[in-house]
């Protein structure tokens, strides 16, 4: 059973040693990373290439026993591991374990018995909101038992110091690259070289565990290989070495070649009934000394936890605080409105830890190297600027920087201002909705800030070696500005355009990129990247929608701006051509789709390599004008042949296959959640459609035993589909994006319903997704919310998803509703 304790979203669990697949975010803003469980499993890094301890994936949190521990080995030689993880532990039988978290601090406690001896150990991990790149452990343990205990306390912290790809690619070779030292404080690893897939490369980083009693004395001695620790024929929960030690080596000693560990041994300590010790552990990458003088005393580690408690807390508040009433509006759904206020603290701090980790490096998230992707930062700077809308401005405009001038993008963003790579595994994929996103976040930016201005900032252009909408390649480039990444026009010059241009450029090709049924052509997939078997003949109808309705209010900021604006001149050209092919009639869909790729494929053929830079001034009005006709078009053809009607239903069909058939019907029930969510948000769907595809959803796809709406209904011949259509299908039903519940789109549907005022059914879909996630015996979850629910309405892959962003981005128009 899950509660919350307070009103800063600290929450506790009993026995949470019960409970499997639990996992809790240890990060801060200076690049550590990790995760840590009731018994202390997870890892830390600070990036695919160093990791501190072990990759670990979610299968590892129960399987894995290089994990972080404490042990205490008693005058008799007895000893127990406050994770709960000895041998003699699981031998008598599961203790008496409780969880406490907050933002962002994980503590375990648990009661240790020993023949006659009752100790309360409790362990805290933290990273502190400082620029630092380590984790503090913070060891408390009393006395309960009737009479003193002597013990001699020894951290063991397994130290990986290499790249994830080393787990099972020359994972002992890599070992005998390690140099382990023994230091004053603690146990350092420096390996020789970084040889992974980047090649062999001289490493510069030390890995450390270092560590001090409360008064800030360094241990006594060491155990700093994992032989010392194990011993032959042990292990790190019958550690042979350890229990066969008097003690371990003295600072100053090294070993080389050998897999390290942070072992460290600290004085023999006795306690009387009742009295207290405390010791403190630091786990990192960099100066291990800096990490000691900072934090190396029971006062700094006290002052430190106080100040990561009050970082992130003020971080979520500042987003909750302008959603006015809407946490009220949600307790009217039968939930607690304190839980309902806790567990959106916990939501409103997703969205900053993605920014951290991206979408990789927690336990479910096994996948990526850390990359952000396009479509993520975008979503997440939905809910970053709720708060303060000042503080993403500067991103947004360098985000623009990624825009190729074929309006497809660089997909993934690096760690610097406008560093781009065009994607992760190198591979030529055009996501079809990224284009999408620049508009939504940018028109809540200005709403926010009242800064209508920003979209006349200028912005390069980004240009490797893809064109043609990643159909060709461009030889040339790699002699451009020095083989950099930025766009040159005809003399060789940097060209840049306004945030609007770029805006307008990634929404005129996408309209241009149409397969035969007249709508936007899949590619790689749209938001739903397990739609990525139907590159052909794919046609996202949803996206349609989606670019449809972003056109109609862009064309709606033009005739209030009014005045002029610049467009490049190539770019002006395809507007007018492609509004000439929308504003005539007569055709068929095919004619008209072949005459919007032609002229789709001039224009690229034009900028493959540079443009002329030349820029026309375009009367706004006169913009807008075309944009609403191309918008107008776009939702006709949608109505009139995309939507789905049967006796009191209705729907919409929202993706063509591979080989060009219809994905849904509501003749036979085939039918998926993400096209109606946007025929609804664009308009596309009439007001009474709305109201049929409401009962049409809760007929087929509403799950009340996993709190929402599920992304399709199970579809027949699933091996046809995971090939014509996307992987999606080859997951097993109710789990991913193969029916479960997933978040992320029942909160778009729920954003989709309020903005067409149907204001009550929309806070239905979110208080079921509220109710499921804090019902802790069901979704087995900390607080927040997950990318999805399964079948059995577990939460799964929880902390990183973009269904916190647009679920702030609800509250904000829900409270919004309510001040007016």
């Known amino acids: 059973m899950l509660k919350f304790i307070d009103d800063h979203g600290t929450f506790e669990i009993k026995n949470a040693g019960a409970n499997s697949y639990l996992y809790f975010p240890v990060c801060n803003e200076a690049g550590i ?78 009661v240790l018995l020993c023949k006659n001896t009752r100790i309360r150990a409790n362990v805290t991990n933290f990273a502190p909101a400082a620029p630092v790149t380590c984790e503090i452990m913070r060891v408390c343990l009393k006395n309960e038992g009737d009479g003193p205990v002597t013990f001699s306390p020894i951290a063991v912290i397994p130290l990986y110091g290499r790249s994830a790809a080393n787990l099972r690619d020359h994972r002992h070779v890599t070992s005998l690259l390690h140099r382990t030292k023994t230091v004053k404080y603690g146990v350092t690893l420096t390996p020789t070289l970084s040889f992974d897939e980047r090649g062999h490369l001289k490493n510069d980083t030390t890995y450390f565990v270092c560590g001090t009693d409360s008064s800030g004395q360094a241990p006594e001695s060491f155990f700093p290989t994992v032989l010392s620790v194990t011993g032959e024929g042990g292990d790190f ?107 959106l603290l916990w939501v409103a701090a997703e969205p900053v830890l993605r920014r951290i980790y991206g979408c990789s490096f927690l336990p479910y998230h096994d996948y990526g190297k850390g990359g952000r992707g396009w479509r993520d930062l975008w979503q997440d ?60 976040t940018m028109k809540l930016y200005m709403e926010l800030s009242g800064d209508m201005d920003v979209l006349l900032e200028k912005q390069v252009y980004f240009k490797d070696m893809l064109c043609m909408r990643a159909r060709g390649r461009d030889e040339a480039a790699a002699g451009t500005k020095s083989a950099s990444t930025i766009l040159l026009d005809n003399k060789g010059e940097v060209y840049r355009g306004s945030l609007f241009e770029h805006m307008l450029l990634m929404h005129v090709t996408a309209a241009c990129d149409v397969g035969d049924h007249g709508n936007m052509l899949l590619r790689g997939a749209d938001w739903n990247d397990a739609l990525d078997m139907a590159p052909e003949k794919g046609e996202s109808v949803a996206f349609t929608a989606a670019y449809a309705g972003n056109m109609h209010e862009m064309a709606e900021f033009l005739e209030n701006k009014g005045g002029e604006i610049s467009i490049l ?25 072949s005459e919007k790729r032609r002229v789709l494929s001039e224009y690229c053929s034009t900028v493959a390599h540079c443009v002329s830079g030349e820029k026309v001034k375009v009367n706004a009005r006169d913009l807008s004008e075309k944009l609403r006709d191309i918008s107008d078009s776009i939702i006709s053809h949608i109505r009139q042949n995309e939507m789905l009607r049967k006796d009191d239903l209705s729907w919409i069909n ?37 109201a049929k595809m409401i009962k049409t959803a809760d007929r087929y796809l509403l799950s009340r035993e996993s709190g929402g709406y599920r992304l399709n209904v199970r579809y027949p011949d699933e091996e046809y589909y995971a090939r014509n259509m996307g992987r999606m299908f080859g997951f097993a039903y109710g789990s991913k994006e193969n029916g479960a519940v997933f978040c992320h789109m029942d909160v778009m549907y729920a954003y989709a319903l309020l903005e067409r005022d149907f204001r009550d059914e929309a806070v239905k879909v979110i208080a079921g997704l509220l109710r499921q996630s804090m019902d802790f015996e069901k979704s087995r979850m900390y607080p927040g919310i997950p990318e999805y629910f399964d079948m059995n309405g577990r939460g799964m892959y929880p902390y990183l998803t973009g269904a916190a962003s647009w679920l702030l981005l609800f509250l904000y128009r829900l409270g919004k509703d309510g001040r007016q």
């Open 237 to 343: 929960e019958m550690p042979f070495g350890i229990m066969n030690s008097d003690k371990g080596v003295e600072a100053g000693r090294s070993f080389d070649g050998v897999e390290s560990v942070g072992g460290l041994s600290f004085k023999k300590c006795t306690l009387n009934p009742g009295e207290q010790a405390e010791y403190l552990v630091f786990i990192g990458a960099g100066d291990y000394e800096e990490a000691i003088s900072s934090f190396g005393s029971s006062e700094f580690v006290s002052r430190a936890l106080d100040e990561n408690k009050a970082y992130w807390y003020s971080k979520a508040r500042q987003s909750l605080d302008a959603c006015g009433n809407a946490a009220e509006i949600l307790a009217g759904q039968g939930l607690d409105p304190s839980d309902i206020k806790n567990c």
């Open 33 to 110: 990373m990790g995760s840590v469980t009731p018994t202390l499993s997870g890892d830390l890094m600070t990036d695919q290439n160093h990791f501190i301890l072990q990759p670990t994936s979610v299968e590892d949190l129960h399987n894995n026993k290089s994990s972080r521990n404490f042990w205490l080995k008693f005058e008799d030689g007895a000893m127990r591991s406050f994770t709960g993880v000895s041998v003699w532990q699981k031998a008598e039988g599961r203790e008496e374990t409780t969880v406490r978290g907050g933002l962002l601090w994980h503590e375990t406690e648990r």
């Open 654 to 690: 929202g993706y063509y296959d591979n080989e060009g058939k219809a994905v849904e019907s509501l003749e036979d029930g085939r039918i998926m959640l993400t096209g109606a969510v946007f025929a609804i948000m664009s308009s596309a769907a009439g007001k009474d459609d709305v």
């Open 381 to 440: 700077c939905l809910a970053l600027m709720i708060g303060d809308p000042s503080s993403v401005r500067d991103m947004l405009v360098n985000y623009f920087a990624g825009v190729r001038a074929d309006g497809t993008n660089a997909t993934i963003i690096g760690k610097k201002p406008g560093e781009f790579l065009a994607d992760r595994n190198g591979i030529a994929r055009v996501w079809m909705d990224h284009g999408v996103w620049t508009w939504i």
């Open 569 to 593: 001149k190539e770019l002006w050209a395809l507007t007018e051509k492609l509004h000439s092919i929308c504003i005539k009639t007569g055709s068929e869909i095919a004619e008209t789709a």
